[in-house]
């Protein structure tokens, strides 16, 4: 018998019973959720990790326009514009210890990256869980900020897809040709053994996409409760994504900021604060939200959230800060100032 | 019947308490068992013991959550009634504890060390405690609901509204974590 098989059930049994009785209750978080997310701060080397399946990503009113998705990463976002333009096909592939990983499409956008990456086990292998960790450098310089979506096994991709989206922060002044070296390493979930490194390098055009993506300035305040101006700068946008920059002085700590609202056509958008480095302020779309680039004009209402707990110093590796889901209905979230229209025209 | 009065029926040797506390906490503690064994005879045994057990320790112990109490030494049984067998290579081990085994191979090797340098086990535990109590309430329901009460992935996942990927990457992360603060106590006086 090898007792050191029970080693850890065993002491575990051991834990404070206040612990033991909270989670014998019902679970009464994550209904209704809302992602909340501590925003980065500082060097802002973490990155949030969401794994969703894919019916939890789409907004309500993509839902509709399900045969329209283009292309793959955009199935996955839930973009329903014809984004192809945007979307280089890469469909590259590294074989390693059975795995194969594909990179299948990239977007290189102004202000973010999306790669698309696929994953296969050789025919007869068993198709276990893994976890993907990345590496991806642009022009040599590497990426921190991102977000992973995973989708759930299907029958078209058994083994599940992955799309990995990157925040090129204001210091990435992007020139063509623009290389991206992206090193994927894929770990057995149940122990964390290696099954391999993936590592593709390739190039990407800036130049369209700089043309596709409209920049408005603002110059509209938001006043926070205690008086504090958030002056938004400048709000950029295209069909796959939508960025707005804000500057606020000693921004009140331990508190997520949203901005949430509707454009001009009805499509409701939430931006959430991606990074705060005093007194920088990035708030990214947050992809249940839509925001038409048809559209002439969105408004949005700033909302403050407070009670974030324990969460917010999560003790993390370099890799990862994790999401946090929480009941909207639970934790209230406060109004702040009045809403704000911001002219996309 | 109050848990304060059942305790204080065992607290004063009184045979009631057994067939009260049997009462109440059978579902409860027949659950953790069922979870752990999957096996009604081994379960409804745990179970049994359980009352028998709880009184030979109350008193001295006078527990302040009784179904904890309760759950705990359920828990215990069925933990043991596992190990021998899997010590004797018993086909009639269901996947979950299969899994759960797997799972917290990572862990049982971040605790050999401490515990063969001699580190106390209530040490570990209260490092085990402050990690639960630094999680995020998600996180560590997840994480209790899987080696506490042994519950399946499907479960959680249901529970938590989550895909099975999510709950199982969650589980992943917080695993490494604790993984890293019990190696970080390898080297504890």
Known sequence: MNKNHFLFLSLFGGIDDELVIRSEKPWQGSQNTLALRKYLTGAACAAVIILLSMACIFHSEVKAALHKFTTAIGEMLGISEDISSYTEIKNSSVTKNGLTLTLEEVILDKNQLFLLVSQKFEDGRQIIDTELSDHVKVNGRKLHVKIQHK??????????????????DKDFRLEDPVEIEAVFTVNKIHNMDEIGKYRFIFHASMEKSNQRTAVVQSGQVITLSDGTPITIKDFSFN????????????????????????DNLGNQVTYRLLSYENPEMVFVIDNNGYLS???????????EHSSLGTLIDSEEDDSFMEESFLDENVYQMTKIGNAVTISLK | MEDTKIVDLFWNRDEAALEKASSKYTPFCFHIAWNILMNREDSEECVNDTWFAAWRYIPPKKPAVLSSFLGKITRGFAIDKLRKKYASKRTDMHMTSLNILEETQMLNQALKSPLEDHVQEQELLQIINEFLYHLKEKDQDIFIRRYWYMDSIEEIAKRHRNSVSSIKSNLFRTRKKLRKKLMEERYLP
């Open chain 1, 293 to 303: 680039p048809n559209a002439s004009n969105v408004e949005l209402q700033l909302y």
């Open chain 1, 151 to 168: 989708t759930d096994a299907s029958p078209e991709a058994p083994a599940g897809k992955y799309v990995l989206n990157y925040y090129l």
């Open chain 1, 239 to 262: 069909s796959v994504e939508s960025t707005m920059t804000a500057v606020c002085e000693n921004l009140p700590p331990d508190r997520e900021y949203y901005l949430k609202g509707k």
